[in-house]
């Protein structure tokens, strides 16, 4: 319920209240990998390059076949110019 919630306040563009959600999911259930995520994809939305590629690699840690963490990386590498590493 807190993942989706989360979900909501970021379309609602409050970006720290769905970060607080999924951050509190994750204290409960540290190996649920949509909050995970959801991070990533919140960092990313937000410009925090850094902190959305340590989300999408702790997914990648837990689920290597995971592909659209894979996906968001190269997206990530992508926005920091690293269009090798993007490939």
Same mark, same amino acid.
């Given at each position: 319920a807190l993942n989706n919630l989360g979900n909501v306040w970021k379309q609602a563009k409050q970006f720290d209240r769905a970060e607080r959600c999924y951050r509190r999911v994750l204290?409960?259930?540290?190996?649920?990998?949509p909050a995970l995520y959801n991070i990533g994809l919140l960092k990313h939305g937000c410009n925090a390059l850094d902190e959305a590629e340590a989300a999408f690699l702790g997914v990648? &840690?837990?689920?290597? =076949?995971?592909?659209? !963490?894979?996906?968001?990386?190269?997206?990530? &590498?992508?926005?920091? =110019?690293?269009?090798? !590493?993007?490939?």
């Open positions: 204290d409960t259930r540290p190996g649920y990998l990648l &840690a837990a689920d290597a =076949g995971h592909l659209n !963490a894979r996906y968001q990386l190269g997206l990530v &590498a992508e926005a920091r =110019g690293e269009f090798d !590493a993007a490939a």
